[in-house]
């Protein structure tokens, strides 16, 4: 079974940084795909990053060159660094293994405001 854990949201002013991580349980979770989405009230949910197996990274363009996604094989966790923030970035967000199974996170609130 495997388990996400996400943390290091919170409330942040227009162009602050937060990071966030997603602190995986089980085993081989190098070898999977890892995404950071996010979901507003009344709208679906989109993916923002995403980082495989071998740190190949994407990201959706509302976000390049603001975030950043990595990994850290050692500790079972990635992380999503964002800088510049905007209050268009408030959203929770969550992590998803890619690959067998359906895991997700419960999700970190992220609030850009003044």
């Known amino acids: 079974q495997v388990q996400l854990v996400e943390s290091g949201g919170g409330l942040v002013q227009p162009r602050g940084s937060l990071r966030l991580s997603c602190a995986a349980s089980g085993r081989s979770f190098s070898i999977y795909g890892v995404g950071w989405y996010r979901q507003t009230p009344g709208k679906q949910r989109e993916l923002v990053a995403s980082i495989s197996g071998v740190s190949i990274t994407n990201y959706v363009d509302s976000v390049k060159g603001r975030f950043t996604i990595s990994r850290d094989n050692a500790k079972n966790t990635v992380y999503l660094r964002m800088n510049s923030l905007k209050p268009e970035d408030t959203a929770v967000y969550y992590c998803?293994?890619?690959?067998?199974?359906?895991?997700w996170g419960q999700g970190t609130q992220v609030t850009v405001s003044s």
């Open positions: 998803h293994r890619f690959g067998p199974g359906d895991f």
